[in-house]
């Protein structure tokens, strides 16, 4: 051991040959002795390996050792606080020190900074009231660590990232920093009943820690992120606290947990990720944060019911989504239920929502709920995707007059009955795949059935549409069971949108007679209705577009209204027409129109006044040449087709191989026509 006695600047001055010693560190003191006293401190520390510093005598403020690398051991000696002027200590990147022993009451604090084999502090005998922020931050094998009593601060990450610590924090500590012990090696955490205040994250990611105890301290706040990343805490005692911060005990391995009657808040994600198995909230609790308990796989109870939260009546957006075993809730005094609150809670199959007055989007998503009654409760509507794939319901009963929201029920694929007196307004897929639907009522005040309402809906055979129905949208009934439509008497639709029947092909009959404000039908309205037999056009119908009865093979008749003005693409194609008379104002007839009509006879455009011969160019066409023809094909493949009457605007003389090639391509007509009388 070299003994350095430092009793005033002479005794350094005498030293010769630092260079010829092998200097392999330096330091840094304010006041007038600073390169004297950097020299020295640094000599020591390469020629021996166990350094013993007497400062006692030496008015120095500051002693900072950097990079030495000789040095497996340090004593420093303050002395007593005779000069009145206190001594930090600092050491930074020694990483051949394993242990540093500082004493003297002039010690006011340590620094040790990334000493990469430091295994031992031993600073009792000082009068260091706090340990500095950064202290020891990333000394991976501080083990042994023995504090002094006047301690009363603990600095932010003081001990952040030593992974090997293992301490008792001293009773007189008042302050422990932001994330002070974070990433270290607890294993047992026992707060002094001093302790007034924790930093955010003190203890966060101590993968080791198991036990904590805070309930002899007089804390209001646990605050955020405190426990967060502690995976194997199971034990945690709290004092009377008032709140609990964001992500305090994220992804802690706790399985239960008494709340004090203080406690008034949790914050976001507070338990989310944890381990908890059941939940009891007390009366006291008024907020609840964002995703508090998301995401707790563990959690199979939760407890909100006649003893239960009394002063809060809203459950917080994301609350206990992605809780996979939660199974029983008792949530009586709620009247509102927040955004995603219980989505992918799919052990959830029962849940009483009698005082519920509203509901977030997708409250209950993906969840396991077999029946769902809000009929008694003041809900005025279903928000969208609120039981969105919940692939085990069955049985909805819903308060009179509802608003169901876009995807309310999408998905519900048991879903079989709707009980209800009647839905104000259908949104966008509101019960889109729901293939096990077979009843519903719509109510008398209903004027929307939005897009894709009851797309998929297999086993819905029938449905009474309202007289107040305005408008049906897109693939409003698309692929669905239904047999029969009938528009009702008096009937206030207007528009039936694209595809709005399309697929649907137990649909035998449809008679559109009574809605009368209905002028078009849209593009593959009843497209691929195979069985669909009986049709009845409205009267003022004026436009019937592209693809609207293709491939309704089972059509064999159909009489178009007067009004008829334009036919457009395919419009019957591949349908089971007889034969077929269009009417007098017809002006246009789409390519294609009665294409591929098999069982087609007899087409009668005698009445067709309207088309002028420019027009009758494109449509009628002869078989002079079966070379290439043109896309206005009109009866291309009517294979049946024997009898054409052509209207007598053509004239006398008529000279058919002058109109072009095509329109009745590789069908049947056998060059048999008439002109109309």
């Not at 202290?135 to 023995?146: N, P």
């Not at 009943?193 to 993968?207: E, K, S, Y």
């Not at 239960?256 to 006291?284: K, M, Q, Y």
């Amino acid at each position: 051991m070299v003994k350095l006695p430092i009793a005033q600047l002479d005794d350094l001055l005498r030293l010769k040959g630092l260079e010829s010693l092998g200097l392999r560190g330096y330091a840094i003191v304010p006041g007038p002795a600073s390169a004297t006293m950097a020299a020295a401190a640094a000599v020591a520390a390469a020629q021996a390996a166990v350094v013993a510093l007497d400062l006692s005598n030496c008015p120095l403020s500051q002693f900072e050792l950097r990079r030495c690398t000789g040095a497996t051991a340090l004593v420093l000696d303050g002395g007593a606080l005779t000069t009145g002027v206190e001594l930090r200590v600092a050491l930074t990147k020694c990483n051949a020190l394993t242990s540093l022993w500082v004493q003297g009451e002039r010690v006011a604090s340590v620094h040790a900074k990334r000493c990469a084999r430091l295994a031992e502090l031993h600073c009792a005998d000082t009068s260091m009231r706090h340990v500095p922020a950064h202290a020891l931050r990333r000394c991976r094998r501080l083990r042994v660590v023995t504090l002094p009593t006047a301690l009363t601060r603990i600095g932010e990450s003081a001990f952040e990232g030593c992974w090997a610590l293992d301490l008792q924090i001293p009773l007189g500590v008042t302050h422990i920093g932001a994330s002070a012990f974070a990433s270290t090696g607890l294993m047992e955490v026992e707060l002094p009943r001093t302790i007034q205040d924790l930093g955010a994250g003190a203890f966060a990611h101590c993968r080791d820690l198991l036990t904590v105890n805070m309930s002899s301290t007089a804390l209001h706040t646990v605050q955020s992120s405190l426990f967060e990343g502690t995976p194997n805490l199971t034990t945690v005692t709290l004092p009377m606290v008032g709140d609990i911060g964001h992500r305090a005990f994220y992804g802690c391995g706790v399985t239960e947990i008494e709340f004090p009657a203080s406690l008034r808040s949790i914050g976001n994600g507070a338990f989310a990720n944890s381990g908890l198995t059941r939940v009891c909230l007390l009366a006291g609790l008024a907020e609840l944060g964002i995703g508090a308990f998301a995401e707790c796989h563990s959690l199979e109870e939760v407890d909100l019911g006649a003893t239960g939260a009394a002063h809060m009546h809203t459950l917080s957006k994301q609350a206990f989504r992605g809780c996979v075993a939660l199974h029983k809730v008792e949530l009586r005094k709620l009247t509102h239920i927040g955004t995603e609150a219980f989505q992918g809670c799919i052990a959830l199959n029962a849940l009483n929502l009698r005082s519920l007055t509203g509901m977030g989007v997708g409250a209950f998503r993906f969840s396991g709920l077999e029946t769902v009654v809000l009929g008694a409760c003041g809900l005025c509507s279903v928000p969208p995707s609120a039981f969105e794939d919940c692939s085990e319901l069955t049985k909805v009963t819903l308060p009179p007059g509802v608003h169901i929201g876009k995807f309310a029920f999408r998905g519900c694929r048991s879903l079989k009955v709707v009980s209800c007196e009647g839905i104000a307004q259908l949104d966008e897929g509101a019960f889109a795949g729901c293939r096990a639907l077979a009843k519903i009522k719509l109510g008398d005040g209903l004027c929307v059935i939005g897009v894709n309402a009851f797309e998929g809906c297999a086993a819905l055979t029938q449905i009474e549409l309202p007289p107040s129905l305005t408008f049906i949208g897109d693939s409003a009934f698309q692929e669905c069971g239904l047999v029969e439509l009938t528009a009702p008497l008096g009937a206030e639709l207007h528009k039936i949108e694209v595809a709005a029947f399309q697929g649907c092909s137990d649909l035998a009959t449809v008679d559109l007679r009574n809605a009368v404000k209905v002028e078009r039908m849209e593009w593959a309205v009843f497209r691929d209705c195979t069985a669909l037999a009986t049709l009845h056009l409205q009267p003022q119908l004026i436009r019937i577009h592209r693809h609207a009865f293709q491939n309704c093979t089972q059509l064999s008749e159909c009489v178009l209204p007067i009004h008829l003005t334009h036919m457009e693409k395919s419009a019957f194609e591949h349908s089971g027409l007889r034969s077929v008379e269009l009417p007098a104002q017809l002006e246009m007839l789409g390519h294609r129109a009665f294409a591929r009509c098999n069982q087609l006879e007899r087409a009668d455009l005698g009445k067709c006044t309207a088309l002028t011969l420019t027009e009758l160019t494109k449509y009628i066409r002869s078989l002079v040449d079966e070379g290439a023809f043109p896309d206005e094909c009109v009866f291309e493949e009517c294979a049946q087709l024997s009898e054409v009457v052509l209207p007598v605007t053509l004239g006398t003389d008529l000279h058919l191989g002058a109109l072009g090639l095509g329109a009745f391509y590789h069908s049947g007509h056998g060059n048999v026509f008439h002109r109309g009388r």
